[in-house]
Nanobody, 126 residues
Framework: QVQLVESGGGWVQAEGSLRLSCTGP????????MGWFRQTPENGREFVAG????????YYADSVRGRFTISKDNGKNTLYLQMNSLKPEDTAVYYC???????????????????WGQGTQVTVSS
């Protein structure tokens, strides 16, 4: 079973920034389409951002577009999520996921992904 590992979560004040990272065994990240999701008790698991395996196309939830940037370094087999202008409503456990499907409609669905990380907590205070 492939296990992804997230890092970079923590506590930050509103309008601050954090960068999340996600790595996996072998070339999992470099050869997969990747996504970031977040989960809260109130909203369940929701799509945040996705990126095609090549890195040439990216997709964002409306709530984070313009503030968050997803990217991947295939040479380092690492996925990133740069989060700027953070808001208290961004507080959640953030998960990275890897899969083989392509296109926006596929990448926004949790069931399109084969492998997941354990999650990292992001807390934004007002």
């Amino acid at each position: 079973q492939v296990q992804l590992v997230e890092s970079g979560g923590g506590w930050v004040q509103a309008e601050g920034s954090l960068r999340l990272s996600c790595t996996g065994p072998g070339r999992t990240v470099s050869t997969s389409a990747m996504g970031w999701f977040r989960q809260t008790p109130e909203n369940g698991r929701e799509f945040v951002a996705g990126i095609e395996w090549s890195g040439r196309a990216t997709y964002y939830a409306d709530s984070v577009r313009g503030r968050f940037t997803i990217s991947k370094d295939n040479g380092k087999n690492t996925l990133y999520l740069q989060m700027n202008s953070l808001k208290p409503e961004d507080t959640a456990v953030y998960y990275c996921a890897a899969g083989l499907k392509t296109g926006y409609r596929a990448l926004l669905r949790p069931d399109s992904y084969n492998y997941w990380g354990q999650g990292t907590q992001v807390t934004v205070s007002s």
